[in-house]
């Protein structure tokens, strides 16, 4: 395929629909058709809450079993925590939506309660919904590496250099997690991968006595959710990849860190026009009087804060360099977490001020978590091993992408991982049917427009990609452009797609295609 350029993406919704090159995907069907299970059916039940997050009425709560290890499918097996939400319209119900959230790490269960009831309007009742934990998040089989609690803060999970830009720290730490993960990780641990949550889904699908799943796959799970349809392409109805990075064999989770800072650098003009807007001025949120001020300002402070952290709320947790590079990270997730930040940048330069660290900067993760984000990444597939040159990438890295201060392109605990089998990570090609639509921002700081645009190619006449002018991480349900939304609830409803790939424009407020 030939390479996808900006300007071929620039194409609207609204002339595709003008020139009836709207294509519907899949034959009109009622309902879908049952099969007969390959394993038992689930047991439902009431959900156990949520602490934060009120569930929709009617979602119900199971477990699925899965083996542990499925070249030998009769041995020990582990419990994946399922959830689901029936639809309220019954006489339009035409299959399965499975929910995929993102991470590694992320909770289904908690997704389906955070968005169910919107997604359940948004397709008009045409599905029942459905998500599962992960094996090794929230109510799934868990299993840790007795990583020490130092190393278990989320800027030292990640590999933030050290403020001269050194990494012999960051060496040390992902030696000494690789080495806990082979000596107490266990078999549990080394079954995290994206490929068993693909065998996963495939086994709640036959649990679910479904013959196809449609699937709305969120951030690392639109790796998963392609996956899925590459391995088991005769099982999947709908596949709506949102926000979706490289899916390069050679370069998966190092390739997805490795395009973080350019993400950055491109989504933070955002961010800085925000906080230059006079409007912000009541608010005590105007960090500038002009955008390009908020950058400059935003490195001189971090490069103090390294040199002098300062005592936030959380006692024994000062606010460093690398916790304000950390939260900039996160925050440029979405327009809505731009004044929190701003808050934190304020109270870092207030003399007197004692910064409130974001919930996840202000403590050490429980083992288990930190355990799965890691060893998911490294099973999936092989890094560079230690001895590759990342002191050199980071120093070149850093002086290129100064917000992300080299993070991107460190060493990892997987440099040093011990395998048991070679990975092997899943290529995605365009051989398979035409039923995929891609949902991705122009400027996504976590999966940036960079490497969906692999995606799009690897998938070939297999898809579609919406580009969506604006910037954050999650687009469908999520990030507030009423275009966007209209085009994939179409599709998962009446599977309509546009022909070519096209382009809707940043109007949030309007709900017609422009």
Known sequence: MTTWTRKALLLTVSAAAAAGTLTAVGAPVAHSRPASPAVPPIGWGPCDPIPGTPAPDGQQCGTLRVP??????????LDVAVTRLRTDRPEARRGTLLVLAGGPGGSGVQRLAQKGEALRTATEGAYDLVSLDPRGVGGSTRAGCRIPGADRHLVTL?????ADGSITENTERARRTANACARDGGPVVRSFSSRNQVRDIDRLRAALGERKLSVWAHSYGSYVGAGYAQEYPDRVDRLVLDSTGDPDPERVAYGWMANVGPGVALRFPDFAAWAADPAREAEGLRLARRAEDVEPLFLALAEQLDRDPKESETPGVPLTGNHLRQALHGSLNSDTAFPQLARLIRAAQDPEGRPVLPPELAGAMPDEDATLTMAVICN??????PDSGYAGRVAADRARYPLTAGLPANISPCAF??????PRPTRITDRGPSNVLMIQSL???ATPLAGALKMRSALGERARMVT???GGHGMYLGNGNACGDQVVSDFLVTGKRPARDAHCPNRAASSGVS
Do not use: F, M, N, Q
Request: hydrophobic share 25%.
């Open 158 to 162: 990640r590999s933030w250099p050290a």
């Open 380 to 385: 999936d597939a092989r890094w560079p091993g």
């Open 68 to 77: 542990l290890d499925y070249r030998a499918p009769g041995g020990r097996t």
């Open 417 to 422: 991982w011990k395998y048991d089998e070679e």
């Open 443 to 445: 400027r996504d700081p």
């Open 468 to 470: 969506v002018e604006r």
